[in-house]
């Protein structure tokens, strides 16, 4: 079994665009690393030596020129980041349900300009769509 080191130095020689070296699952294939360190390389070894590394993880080093060529453990989130993250996300789900909402108007909007209205538009929904909505009904009333 080769050392740390080699394993690493093998692992930044992996190139993220050539499919050859990943398998389908986004890892790098043992054969391909065997025959960069010149020896049988076992995944298990590799796992607890470079946990969580991958093709994304390997694009990521390949991309920044600071980065190690393998990352070591991953290193826990600390709380700013989770706020951030969180904050992020809630900021692009608000403006998701806004666009939508921006969208219905103008929609009821046209309408109301052909002299339709939302009562006019009520039984538009095939036999499906008022199964599916009335079993989710259900499954919600039992949920409280």
Known sequence: MADAATL???LGQLDPANND?????GLPR????????????????L???????????????KGDEHTQPAPTAASPASPQTVEDDLRRHSDATFKHMLARAERRK?????????????SDLQDTTSPLQRRVSSQNRQARREMS
């Open 8 to 10: 690493r130095a093998a």
């Open 21 to 25: 070296h990943w398998t389908t699952q």
């Open 30 to 45: 043992m054969d391909v690393l065997a025959g960069i360190v010149g020896e049988q390389v076992d995944r298990r070894a």
């Open 47 to 61: 796992n607890e030596l470079v946990p969580g590394f991958n093709r994304a993880a390997a694009q990521k080093a």
């Open 106 to 118: 103008a929609a009821l909007e046209h309408l109301a300009a052909g002299g339709f209205s939302v």
